[in-house]
């Protein structure tokens, strides 16, 4: 099965910091995608990454694929408390079962 | 904007009963799927659906848990005999194309078991 671990597992960051989640996989990444989960609520996708090397950005929002496809980041620039929870990384291990990370818990103080 | 909604949001009941935890995917998804996330636990894949039958269950998704699209808009996941440790929350989730690409999550149904 595919395991995927996350660091760190929680973050508390003031305001207007960058922070950076790392998402590690014990095989070579299909696809990797990531999600941020509200307290209680449901999941909202992020974005997706495929190739080694890829990058993809989002509003203040910036994820990359490793070269080798197996390590990814998530990095927020200028944090806003609406960047709080907890983000998911995530993956198609060549196209059976979804996993999910173990998650990152993100706290932004004002 | 269209959304995936589930129904009941917090269902409570005794163990050995079967529950019917309900989903509307959005209306021109193909795939759909179920998690479930335990508390302080990770989101587990449990099933996909697609084009009528189940391409892919996990180790969890045994006898006890069946899906069905009994219409043209709902999505079902049953638990014959609740256990307690079925106690979870569980994500409906549904793709207009290709597997697993922008999964679109309801906002869940929490079970208890009793």
């Known amino acids: 099965s595919q395991e995927l671990e996350q660091s760190p597992q929680s973050l508390i960051v003031q305001e207007g910091k960058n922070l950076t989640i790392n998402c590690t996989s014990s095989k070579t990444l299909y696809g990797l995608y990531w999600y941020k989960q509200k307290y209680g609520e449901g999941l909202i996708f992020l974005m997706m990454?495929?190739?080694?090397?890829e990058e993809k950005s989002h509003e203040k929002i910036t994820a990359k694929l490793d070269e080798k496809k197996q390590q990814s980041s998530l990095h927020i620039t200028a944090s806003q408390p609406s960047h709080a929870g907890i983000y998911l990384c995530?993956?198609?291990?060549?196209?059976?079962?979804?996993?999910f990370g173990t998650g990152t818990s993100l706290t932004v103080i004002p | 904007e269209p959304e995936v909604t589930q129904t009941p949001s917090h269902q409570v009941t005794q163990m050995g009963q079967e529950v019917i935890l309900r989903c509307v995917p959005i209306?021109?998804?193909?795939?759909f799927y179920w998690y479930r996330q335990i508390l302080g636990q990770k989101v587990e894949f449990l099933v996909s659906f697609y084009n009528n039958e189940i391409s892919e269950k996990s180790e969890i998704f045994d006898d006890q848990f069946s899906v069905e699209r009994p219409d043209g808009s709902n999505f079902t996941l049953k638990i014959r005999s609740t256990k307690l440790e079925d106690s979870a929350m569980y994500f409906c989730?549904?793709?207009?194309?290709?597997?697993?690409?922008?999964?679109?999550f309801g906002p869940g149904t929490r079970l208890t078991v009793l």
């Open positions: 990454l495929q190739k080694g090397g």
């Open positions: 989730a549904s793709t207009k194309a290709g597997r697993y690409n922008e999964q679109f």
């Open positions: 209306s021109n998804h193909l795939y």
């Open positions: 995530g993956a198609d291990n060549t196209g059976n079962q979804f996993y």
